[in-house]
């Protein structure tokens, strides 16, 4: 009996590749904003540190403004958007 890729998923218990591959980038982009690898994060990531909150939290990240497909699909752009 054959089963579909979500269906032996869920039968094992299991995430899918896609799942993984986001939560591997939110952990790359978390040791890059607080500064855990050797890569300034400034070179990718517009981000405003609001001192005063009042709701969430202290860290937002912001899209970069681009003109052209290739910057808009760049890794530091797409992963704001999934967030």
Avoid at 67 to 83: A, D, L, P, S
Wanted: glycine residues 2%.
């Amino acid at each position: 009996m054959s089963h579909s890729y979500e269906g032996r998923l869920a039968l094992l218990g299991l995430k899918s590749l896609e799942a993984h591959r986001i939560i591997a980038d939110l952990v790359y982009v978390d040791t890059t904003v607080f500064n855990l690898v050797d890569i300034n994060p400034d070179n990718f990531f517009r981000a405003i540190v609001n001192n005063s909150i009042t709701r969430d939290h202290a860290y937002k990240l912001y899209i970069n403004y681009c003109r052209i497909n290739t910057i808009k699909h760049f890794f530091c752009n797409i992963i704001i958007i999934i967030t």
